[in-house]
């Protein structure tokens, strides 16, 4: 990730905020290719911060796959070779490969973790941007199959795959974050990792977070959302692009065709407790399309999304009643369970 180079030597500002007679502290820093907001609030607050930032960049470090010595920097240079590659990682990495590999097949691959490729040819790790020809795309979908992956003790064994954990690396950052700040004692804390943001507990004041959601077609919000100890994580169109000849061409690609993901959606929230779940899913969810993803969750319920498609329809699921506020002049569709024979 071309933001590796930047980690460390950033640190936009720290402030000390009152409020509420509850101490909190705040900072923001670069890392993972992003701009992060971290918030801590109570008397260990300026540990918790120091104990996040180096937590963040300790996970790029082991996981980012643009930076030399990562995990997955050595499962992609193995895997080079083409043929079959066993790589040794952390047990921690392998952990996580094993989770991300099975939502990938939960979602039947439209979380695909052998994506790094296709991101490559369209330029987004080094902000080169190109369409690439309809002859490299097909040659393309060759390479990414993430059933041609699997974790074996602390090994990682490929066939010619390269890895990308772009999609699932902050919530799982966030899930760490939080769990450290839980050891720490700190009941109330709220992270924003580049648009995923995770908090912990409830308002200082004991009060639901309201977090809000960003309009995919400018600056504003399109709605809030509100909640205690949850992740709320949005994949977006419009989160990094380029246009070429009038086209604009998006991150989230389908690996089905290798090129940006068509599916309707313009951005898809999801919320629940788990930041990595959440972030595999708004990845996958955004893949999928509306019908999809709504059948997705019928099987699974264990999850909330707010879907925002590209005509301007807004559909939510059952677990957002009463939570959600919708900008003025916004309507949108609540989807209830199914259940069986009606
Ligand atoms: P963001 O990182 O912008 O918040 P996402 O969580 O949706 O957005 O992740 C997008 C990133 O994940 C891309 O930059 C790319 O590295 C990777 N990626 C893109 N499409 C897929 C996909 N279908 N499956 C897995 N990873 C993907
Ligand atoms: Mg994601």
Redesign the pocket.
């Known amino acids: 990730m071309r933001g590796v180079k930047r980690l460390g030597c950033l640190l936009l500002c720290a402030a000390l905020l009152s409020g509420c007679g509850t101490p909190s502290r705040s900072e923001t820093i670069f890392a993972m290719d992003?701009v992060m907001d971290l918030t801590a609030y109570g008397p260990h607050a300026q540990d918790a911060l120091e104990a996040a930032t180096a937590e963040l960049s300790r996970i790029e470090a082991l996981i980012s796959a643009q930076r030399e010595g990562s995990d997955l920097f050595s499962v992609n240079a193995a895997a080079q070779s083409g043929g079959e590659a066993a790589t040794p990682v952390t047990e921690e990495t392998a952990a996580l490969l094993a989770r991300t590999l099975a939502l990938c097949a939960d979602t039947d691959g439209?979380?695909?973790?052998t994506?790094y490729p296709a991101?490559e040819a369209w330029g987004?790790y080094s902000g080169d941007y190109r369409v690439p020809a309809a002859s490299d795309l097909e040659a393309l979908r060759a390479q990414v199959d993430y059933r041609q992956v699997a974790v074996d003790g602390t090994s990682v064994v490929t066939h010619g795959q390269k890895l990308?954990l772009?999609?699932?690396g902050?919530?799982y950052a966030a899930d760490q974050v939080t769990a450290l700040w839980r050891e720490l004692g700190l009941t109330s804390g709220l992270l924003n990792l580049?648009?995923?943001i995770q908090c912990l507990g409830a308002k200082p004041d004991g009060s639901d977070w309201v977090i809000g959601v960003r309009d995919p077609a400018g600056e504003g919000t399109l709605c809030t959302v509100t909640g205690q100890d949850m992740a709320v994580?949005?994949?977006g169109a419009y989160?990094?692009n380029f246009t070429q000849d009038g086209v604009t061409y998006h991150?989230?690609?389908?690996?089905a065709t290798c090129a940006p993901?068509e599916s309707g959606a313009a951005s898809v929230t999801v919320i629940g407790p788990s930041g990595l779940i959440c972030?595999a899913l708004?990845?996958?969810l955004?893949?999928m399309g509306p019908d999809r993803a709504s059948d997705y969750w019928q099987q699974r319920q264990d999850f909330d999304m707010i879907y925002y498609t590209q005509d301007g329809d807004l559909f939510y699921t059952s677990g957002l009643e009463g939570r959600l506020t919708l900008r003025d002049g916004l309507e949108g569709q609540m989807l209830t369970w199914k259940t069986a024979g009606s």
Do not use: C, E, M, Y
Not at 251 to 255: E, G, K, R
């Open positions: 992003t439209a979380l695909d973790v994506i991101v987004f990308d772009g999609a699932v902050k919530g580049g648009g995923n994580v949005t994949s989160q990094r991150h989230i690609l389908d690996p993901a972030d708004s990845t996958a955004f893949v």
